[in-house]
């Protein structure tokens, strides 16, 4: 697949990423699948993967000033 910025090589990497819930609460997930481009350091996640964020991140308590989960494959 090829990176929608520069054009380079998007690769498969398992890696750490915040996600901003509110204006106070973040939530990072642990060992996300992502694409990432080689060229650029771009990245994006695949429509299953992102499917399962959505999930996660709305099941936050939104109280929570960060919260750290493990995405789970």
Do not use: W
């Amino acid at each position: 697949m090829k990176c929608h910025v520069c054009g380079g090589e998007m690769r498969p990497l398992v890696t750490d990423l915040p996600f901003e819930v509110s204006r106070k609460t973040i939530v990072i997930l642990k060992e996300l699948p992502v694409l990432h481009c080689e060229r650029c350091s771009e990245y994006m996640l695949e429509d299953r993967v992102l499917q399962r964020v959505d999930v996660m991140i709305a099941n936050v308590d939104e109280d929570a000033e960060l919260k750290v989960l493990k995405f789970a494959a």
